[in-house]
């Protein structure tokens, strides 16, 4: 039997110093190539499970396995680099460096992760790639010599989607992607990153409030059905 | 990559950025600059003589003596008779000796009286002779050769009539005996370039009808002295303001100056203008070396003011942060990125702040040799310079650390999602 792309094991978390905030999550899975709606109102404690499952923040007791590799087994910079290695990620918005390159923002992530970077390469050299994924996208060709500050929000989002699924990490995970673009724009939007991630056959954990995107995804899960958020005294 | 992305960072925020650059160009170039001035005018100051191996003139300080007799700066306390300075011409040692008369001017140039031998033995920057680059030396009683800048400043050419003033900055004119431009010495980058050089005989000549520093019954009042009548007289002088003097062998330097200062019959001192340059860098020194500290706390006022312009904009970059760190960079890496930053901002700063440097010596050549007498020499940076400007760079990535460190721990508090 294959690992799942995320597994959470009780999971539990305590900002050091921010009021107590704590979170807990039992048990949570998201199988191979899954898309999953997390639906969450705002202070549910989504950023910060979201920082747990990336690794960026430690995670104390429980376990967060990403394809079977348990995170905290790993070391700081280790787990940075499997983050670099095996998640796309992609923001609400301001999501690229707005002075660099559309071209330098979607390789930024192959800078830390050599394995991705030699997959992106695979069908002739990198920016072959980054080309073909803008083209897949959407995007015009010419875009990616462009600063990313001059994109609409649109295509900055569309560029975020090419640098999340480039080198084609195993887990795509997405924090609101769609909040900073209008119903229409959405819905192509949606369309364009669901099409590639099949094409690339990754799993996908988006986070959201908006209850409507819902039938897209294989599966919905409610914050609150998987997390708990105590306030524990400061 | 992280280079190229450290350098747009840098391009986007240009203004802040060219004006932290800027800050220390300038105290990269002023630091440098007064470094290029201080060695500037030492090896001024020690190129100006050489090959005299003692100045002898009435007993006051070394240093006053160098500095009168030598760069014409200051006056003589007193002069050095006719006589005591033919005793010391006929020691055994003394292979050549130069008399050398000060006291009158003209504009705001120096007169000095010597013997012809002045421009075979007077020797500056290592062992260049003085040339005469047009016109001829001293032939006649009312010659005159004229350094490189008098002739620049007033216009002159050989033949032309000039007027000697009594005295420095005075009013009264020795014009009933004017003098005629002979010859004019070619640049050197001395004192020499600043003075009206005349002979011994020709100072005692305009001062025939003179005494006690004012013009006497029968001066210009009443008839002066014909100059037929002058050239005629004897005007071997009753005294001088100093003398240059070669040995003959180098050992018996300090056995001729014992002999000079303990002299009986008159008070006098004999320096060795090596020795009395010494002395002088040792007054100079310390306001050299605040000056110094002065320009290299101007340049970690620079620095200091990179650092606050980094760590300013620390909280408006937190989200670019989160980028780098989401996309998997280490801590680590975002420490490196604000110190290569800073790197790249002093490197900028050093190399325009050397361009500076080059660019105002340029300017300012001629203007410190005009006003100072001071030839700055535009030369190939040294190994020295390269130095202070590594100095400053590697100063620069050190300031850095304390706002880089604390987007370490900004990074590793704020996790991947900054809400802004």
């Known amino acids: 039997m294959t690992d799942p792309a995320l597994a959470l094991t009780d999971l539990r978390f305590a900002w050091p110093g921010r009021d107590g ?107 072959a790639e980054v080309q073909r994924l803008c083209a897949a996208i959407g995007l015009p060709d010419d875009i990616v010599t462009r600063p990313a500050g001059r994109l609409s929000v649109g295509q900055q989002q569309r560029v975020a989607v090419v640098r999340a699924l480039i080198g084609q990490p195993p887990l795509i995970v997405a924090d609101e992607p769609t909040s900073a673009l209008d119903a229409a724009t959405q819905d192509a939007f949606l369309a364009l990153l669901f099409g590639q991630l099949r094409a690339a056959g990754a799993a996908l954990l988006m986070v959201s409030h908006d209850e409507r995107l819902a039938p897209r995804f294989d599966r919905t899960v409610h914050l609150r059905d998987i997390v708990t958020t105590p306030r524990v005294a400061a | 990559m992280i280079l190229r992305l450290a350098t747009r960072s840098l391009m986007a925020r240009a203004l802040t950025v060219g004006l932290t650059v800027l800050a220390i160009a300038l105290s990269v170039a002023l630091f440098l600059g007064i470094e290029k001035v201080r060695t500037g005018a030492r090896a001024s100051f020690a190129d100006t003589i050489s090959g005299t191996d003692l100045i002898v ?21 007193n002069n050095v008779t006719w006589d005591s300075y033919q005793d010391i011409a006929a020691r055994p040692e003394v292979d050549w000796i130069v008399p050398i008369s000060l006291g ?42 004229i350094g490189a800048d008098v002739a620049q400043a007033l216009g002159y050419a050989v033949g032309d009539a000039i007027v000697v003033s009594h005295g420095v900055a005075s009013f009264t004119d020795h014009d009933d005996q004017p003098f005629r431009v002979a010859g004019i010495v070619e640049k050197t980058g001395t004192p020499v370039d600043r003075t009206v050089i005349v002979s011994l005989e020709a100072i005692e000549a305009i001062h025939v009808d003179w005494q006690q520093g004012g013009v006497a019954l029968g001066g210009p009042a009443g008839p ?74 101007v340049v970690v006022t620079a620095l200091l003011g990179m650092m606050a312009m980094i760590l300013s904009s620390l909280n408006e970059r937190r989200r670019e942060m989160a980028i780098w760190r989401a996309m998997g960079a280490r801590p680590a890496t ?19 702040g050397f361009m500076l440097l080059y660019a ?61």
């Open chain 1, 21 to 127: 905030f704590a979170l807990r999550c039992p048990d949570f899975a998201l199988g191979q190539g899954e898309t999953v709606l997390l639906l969450g109102e705002s202070g549910s404690g989504k950023s910060t499970l979201l920082s747990l499952i990336c690794g960026i923040v430690a995670a104390g007791p429980g376990q967060v396995r990403i394809g079977g590799t348990d995170l905290g087994a790993l070391r700081a910079g280790a787990r940075d680099r499997f983050r670099a290695e095996g998640i796309g990620v992609i923001f609400q918005q301001f999501n690229l460096l707005p002075y660099a390159s559309v071209a330098d923002n979607i390789l930024l992530p192959l800078r830390f992760a050599p394995q991705r970077r030699a997959r992106a390469a695979k069908g002739g050299c990198v920016m």
């Open chain 2, 57 to 77: 003139g009435a007993r006051s300080g070394s240093v006053q003596l160098l500095l009168y007799s030598v760069f014409r700066i200051g006056n003589a306390t």
């Open chain 2, 104 to 145: 009158d001017s003209h504009r705001q140039f120096r007169v000095m009286g010597t013997t012809p031998a002045f421009f075979d033995r007077y020797k500056y920057r290592g062992d260049r002779d003085l040339v005469i680059g047009e016109g001829a030396g001293l032939n006649d009683l009312y010659d005159a050769v």
């Open chain 2, 224 to 297: 002066a002295t014909p100059v037929e009548t002058i050239r005629a007289m004897d005007l071997t002088p009753s005294a001088i303001t100093a003398a240059l003097v070669g040995v003959d062998q180098r050992t018996q330097i300090f056995g001729l100056q014992r002999w000079v200062n303990d002299y009986s019959q008159e008070p006098l001192l004999a320096v060795l203008p090596g020795v009395a340059l010494q002395e002088l860098w040792q007054i100079v020194g310390v306001a050299e070396t605040a000056l110094v500290a002065v320009s290299g706390m």
């Open chain 2, 334 to 352: 975002i420490l490196s990125l604000l110190v290569l930053e800073a790197v790249v901002m002093a490197a900028l700063g050093a190399i325009l």
């Open chain 2, 360 to 420: 105002g010596l340029w300017i300012a050549q001629p203007l410190f040799d005009a006003a100072f007498g001071l030839w700055l020499p535009i030369a190939a940076p040294h190994a020295q310079e390269f130095a202070v400007l590594g100095a400053v760079v590697l100063a620069a990535a050190v300031a850095s650390l304390v706002p880089a460190l604390r987007a370490y721990r900004l990074s590793l508090a704020d996790g991947m999602m900054v809400k802004i």
